[in-house]
């Protein structure tokens, strides 16, 4: 494919993944449509280079290096990642067929922010991805739109995006993908008096002495 994002990756065996990792690889797995799932490696420096070049969206053209001559085009369909270093620790690739629809999301990129805020307004965002249907050589990696002519109070939805006709646009119609409003404002709640709660002598109800008090009735339990 012309363009393409390469990725290299080779067989293992199924097991031991920490220790893998250990030895700078991920664990990956690749399977789709008529094909039978294949537990691969990919190196950690070659998978964060991939990632940079935008691999995780669009196509990736998958060299198995066991395999001589095995290209196939895949897409990263999902990464896990460790909740708390956030270092990748497994890696779904599918692979696609050229001739077959697929869905998946893109993500939407803003332009003419600068001018659509140039006062106190501001973005009030909503939808970030469009889930779309296409051949995956049509696959757009980014869906733009033009906010620079927005006034305060103006909405963008999803109708309003112009998508190439090859893409179709699977997310409700009304929904919306930005929004300018006015900025809320933080009401400071006045300060409570300390003086307010402290009663002054003659305020005070006046101590019984000797008086017995009534004790009160039983209240209802439930």
Do not use: W
Request: charged letters at 35%.
């Amino acid at each position: 494919m012309k363009d393409s994002v390469r990725i290299a990756a080779s067989l293992r065996e199924t097991g031991h993944p920490v220790s893998l990792r250990q030895e700078g690889y991920v664990p990956a797995m690749l399977y789709g449509r008529g094909v039978d799932n294949v537990p691969l490696k990919v190196s950690n420096l070659e998978l964060t280079r991939v990632m940079a070049a935008g691999g995780q969206r669009g196509l990736l053209e998958l060299e198995i290096t066991d395999f001589a001559e095995d290209h196939r085009v895949v897409m990263v369909r999902e990464i896990q990642r460790d909740p708390v270093e956030r270092n990748i620790l497994h890696v779904d690739l599918y692979q696609v067929d050229l001739k077959e629809t697929l869905t998946t999301d893109v993500p939407v990129q803003l332009i003419g922010e600068e001018q659509a805020t140039s006062g106190i307004e501001v973005l009030q965002h909503g939808v970030r991805e469009l889930t779309v249907q296409c051949l995956p050589v049509n696959i757009p990696e980014r869906i733009t739109v033009d906010i620079s002519e927005l006034t305060l109070g103006d909405s963008v939805t999803v109708a309003d995006v112009e998508v190439p006709g090859e893409v179709e646009v699977l997310n409700d119609p009304t929904d919306i993908i930005v929004t300018l409003v006015q900025p809320r404002l933080e009401i400071e709640e006045p300060e409570e008096d300390e003086d307010e709660d402290i009663l002054l002598d003659e305020d005070r109800e006046p101590e019984r002495i000797g008086e017995e008090e009534e004790e009160p009735e039983d209240e209802p339990r439930f």
